[in-house]
């Protein structure tokens, strides 16, 4: 065989490559569909990191089928967290405007409300995959990512460049087809350190359950797969 076959092959670099470009371009556009409401985007976020990390990282499941079961799941809490995230930011925005745009001067308030709004930005960096992967309370999941936005603080630097990057990206450069497959991408790329992090929360697996979203466990069944495929060849 080729060195070229190896590549066009059914399971090889350039055919995987290319199903995940496709199965990250579908979840962005069911991803922006769920975000129309506004209200529901909370929730889309947290099933399109759900979903990238499971099915196209982790290669469990269908796409779209893990982001409508994260939808399901986390539908009623997403729109209440998305709720009063809105009138939250609304409410440091307004006192950055108060006291900064009127007074012509960034005033000790109008530093205070952007300070505190910088604050909520980097801990809802790491709100979306916390409540993508654990069962607790609205509270408990704001203080989780509280903590982890200060205890990995070069982790939380990094993602918050890395997110004002794609921001402008998107907002500046090429708007209409980056937003198709960026976020996505973006999600994927994140999770590489975020998974880490998520990683040092999660308690360990009851007996027999599956965990996907352990990256040692994983290779460990895909190498015992690979394996039993050799022994049966």
Request: glycine share 8%; with cysteine; net charge positive.
């Amino acid at each position: 065989m080729k060195k070229s076959d190896g590549f066009l092959a059914y399971d090889g670099r350039i055919v995987g490559f290319a199903n995940k470009m496709g199965e990250i371009i579908l979840l962005n556009i069911v991803f922006l569909l769920s975000c129309l409401p506004i209200l529901t985007a909370g929730s889309a976020m947290t099933s399109l990191y759900y979903a990238v990390v499971k099915s196209v990282r982790r290669e469990r499941g269908y796409p779209v089928r893990e982001f409508f079961r994260s939808m399901k799941r986390t539908f009623t809490k997403g729109i209440a967290m998305t709720f009063f995230l809105i009138l939250w930011v609304s409410a440091l925005v307004w006192g950055i405007t108060r006291w900064g745009t009127v007074t012509g001067e960034w005033t000790p308030q109008a530093v205070l409300y952007g300070f505190l709004l910088l604050l909520c930005v980097c801990v809802m960096l790491y709100l979306f995959p916390v409540f993508s992967r654990f069962e607790m309370r609205l509270i408990g999941i704001v203080k989780l990512s509280f903590v982890m936005s200060i205890r990995f603080f070069p982790i939380t630097l990094a993602v918050l460049l890395g997110t004002a990057a794609v921001g402008w990206l998107l907002i500046f450069v090429l708007p209409f087809p980056c937003i198709f497959f960026v976020p996505g991408v973006w999600c994927l790329a994140l999770s590489f350190p975020m998974e880490k992090v998520l990683h040092t929360y999660m308690p360990k697996a009851a007996p027999g359950e599956e965990e996907w979203y352990d990256e040692k466990q994983v290779m460990r069944d895909e190498n015992q797969r690979g394996n039993g495929e050799e022994y049966e060849a």
